[in-house]
């Protein structure tokens, strides 16, 4: 389906979806005992007035360590440990990197997994954007390390600064994070994205020499389709490999930060070596910082922050004063092959309201201030997302707190509430 096609059916992409939306932020009333918990969220962390844009891994002893900086997308890294499942939040890090207290961006979080069966290692990173705040930019990304399941880590060792030959300000380093294939088979590398002001889309490929990690020069991987990759000011990609992440094709899930288009998505069939020209996401997954898992059963599960740009759902919330509005939290359950084919995907889910200033009680549309979700698949098949926003607590001055919720989301009990 070619970009061109596709505008003459929805204009930018723009329409309004027609898959089912399933509220989760309301409670009907008779609901089934069993089914009750997905209509309530856990509390990571609310001891600031402002906490945001989490991120989340699943520790190999079945605990959750959630990461998330102290303000709105840059501050000093905090985190929170559940050992039950998403209920409580209730353990942190405790041997904290000094150097994580001067990060100033978001914190992303994955698991490295080996070929020759070392211990794993988790790569946390936080990039250096210049935010014209007046502290200035070392430029580059930050990155740590744990060969201990997450219990110590090392300090931030910084790369592509100022002081490098080759110098970027990267804005959600590492957007996502995607284990190469090689002859079909897993290797030790990863391919890391991330973009810069100007909306240009980098890849890094991270390998490790002698036990020491090694990033490639970054270099812009989408520069063939620049002209879309401008007009829409694309970035925060997720990246999806086929085949419930064992295929060989990969779907790329882009942001367009200025909501003129659709989200856009993109496929490759060499291993992100080239990508084919991007079409316009269906409305039903058109949003921001797409965060995807698969469940067991084989579909994807991703969350992200609604944007919707259908003029005449706008008008009617809106009265014409902007031209996209936002449903919130939400998350869109279909499959590869929806994506493939630019089908709308089997239904959505807004999972819990982030209230606006003037509500007072759930409503469809809500608060944009959400979303960069830390999702984790527990054994079993309980999707845990986390993610940050107004969920009701206020404070002293009357206004909505921002804090880091999470929430636990079986399908199979969802699928009861579609039938």
């Given at each position: 389906m070619c970009l061109k096609i596709f505008q003459k059916k929805h204009k930018n992409g723009a329409g309004d979806y027609t898959i089912p939306l399933v509220r989760l932020d309301v409670m009907p009333e008779n609901t089934l005992d069993e089914l009750k918990y997905l209509y309530e969220f856990s509390v990571v962390d609310n001891s600031l007035d402002y906490l945001g844009?989490?991120?989340?891994?699943?520790?190999?002893?079945?605990?959750?360590?959630d990461v998330y900086p102290s303000g709105h997308g840059k501050g000093a890294i905090r985190s929170s440990i559940s050992r039950d499942g998403g209920v409580t939040y209730t353990d942190k890090i405790e041997n904290m990197p000094e150097?994580?207290?001067?990060?100033?961006?978001?914190?992303?979080?994955?698991?490295?997994?080996?070929?020759?069966?070392?211990?794993?290692?988790?790569?946390?990173?936080?990039?250096?954007?210049?935010?014209?705040?007046?502290?200035?930019?070392?430029?580059?990304?930050?990155?740590?390390?744990?060969?201990?399941?997450?219990?110590?880590?090392?300090?931030?060792?910084?790369?592509?600064?100022?002081?490098?030959?080759?110098?970027?300000?990267?804005?959600?380093?590492?957007?996502?994070l995607t284990r190469l294939k090689e002859n079909g088979e897993f290797v030790d590398k990863w391919m890391a994205f991330f973009h810069d002001r100007s909306f240009v889309n980098y890849k890094t490929i991270l390998s490790f020499k002698n036990g020491k990690a090694v990033w490639s020069v970054p270099e812009p991987y989408f520069a063939q389709h620049r002209e879309m990759e401008k007009k829409a000011n694309m970035c925060?990609?997720?990246?999806?490999?086929?085949?419930?992440?064992?295929?060989?094709?990969?779907?790329?899930?882009?942001?367009?930060?200025?909501?003129?288009?659709?989200?856009?998505?993109?496929?490759?069939?060499?291993?992100?070596?080239?990508?084919?020209?991007?079409?316009?996401?269906?409305?039903?997954?058109?949003?921001?910082?797409?965060?995807?898992?698969?469940?067991?059963?084989?579909?994807?599960?991703?969350?992200?922050?609604?944007i919707e740009r259908d003029k005449a759902k706008t008008d009617r919330n809106y009265k014409g004063k902007h031209n996209w509005f936002s449903e919130g939290w939400v998350a869109w359950v279909g499959t590869y092959d929806d994506l493939k084919k630019g089908r709308e995907g089997q239904y959505r889910i807004k999972l819990a309201h982030t209230y606006l200033a003037d509500q007072t009680v759930p409503v469809l549309s809500a608060?944009?201030?959400?979303?960069?979700?830390?999702?984790?698949?527990?054994?079993?098949?309980?999707?845990?997302?986390?993610?940050?926003?107004?969920?009701?607590?206020?404070?002293?001055?009357?206004?909505?707190?921002?804090?880091?919720?999470?929430?636990?989301v079986r399908l199979s009990d969802v699928d009861k509430l579609i039938k």
């Amino acid at each position: 389906m070619c970009l061109k096609i596709f505008q003459k059916k929805h204009k930018n992409g723009a329409g309004d979806y027609t898959i089912p939306l399933v509220r989760l932020d309301v409670m009907p009333e008779n609901t089934l005992d069993e089914l009750k918990y997905l209509y309530e969220f856990s509390v990571v962390d609310n001891s600031l007035d402002y906490l945001g844009h989490p991120d989340a891994i699943l520790l190999r002893d079945g605990s959750i360590l959630d990461v998330y900086p102290s303000g709105h997308g840059k501050g000093a890294i905090r985190s929170s440990i559940s050992r039950d499942g998403g209920v409580t939040y209730t353990d942190k890090i405790e041997n904290m990197p000094e150097s994580w207290e001067t990060s100033r961006e978001t914190p992303t979080v994955y698991r490295l997994e080996f070929a020759d069966g070392s211990p794993d290692k988790i790569l946390l990173v936080s990039g250096n954007p210049d935010w014209h705040d007046g502290k200035g930019s070392t430029g580059g990304f930050n990155f740590s390390l744990s060969d201990d399941e997450g219990k110590n880590w090392s300090e931030f060792e910084l790369c592509f600064s100022k002081k490098d030959e080759f110098t970027v300000f990267p804005i959600v380093s590492m957007a996502s994070l995607t284990r190469l294939k090689e002859n079909g088979e897993f290797v030790d590398k990863w391919m890391a994205f991330f973009h810069d002001r100007s909306f240009v889309n980098y890849k890094t490929i991270l390998s490790f020499k002698n036990g020491k990690a090694v990033w490639s020069v970054p270099e812009p991987y989408f520069a063939q389709h620049r002209e879309m990759e401008k007009k829409a000011n694309m970035c925060e990609v997720e990246v999806v490999r086929s085949d419930c992440g064992k295929g060989d094709e990969l779907c790329l899930i882009a942001r367009s930060n200025n909501k003129n288009y659709n989200s856009l998505l993109s496929f490759s069939s060499d291993e992100g070596k080239t990508w084919s020209k991007p079409v316009f996401a269906p409305s039903a997954l058109n949003g921001e910082r797409h965060k995807a898992d698969y469940t067991k059963d084989g579909r994807l599960f991703i969350t992200f922050r609604s944007i919707e740009r259908d003029k005449a759902k706008t008008d009617r919330n809106y009265k014409g004063k902007h031209n996209w509005f936002s449903e919130g939290w939400v998350a869109w359950v279909g499959t590869y092959d929806d994506l493939k084919k630019g089908r709308e995907g089997q239904y959505r889910i807004k999972l819990a309201h982030t209230y606006l200033a003037d509500q007072t009680v759930p409503v469809l549309s809500a608060n944009a201030d959400t979303g960069y979700c830390g999702n984790v698949v527990l054994d079993d098949d309980t999707v845990v997302t986390s993610t940050y926003g107004c969920f009701g607590e206020k404070l002293e001055n009357g206004k909505y707190k921002t804090y880091v919720v999470s929430k636990r989301v079986r399908l199979s009990d969802v699928d009861k509430l579609i039938k």
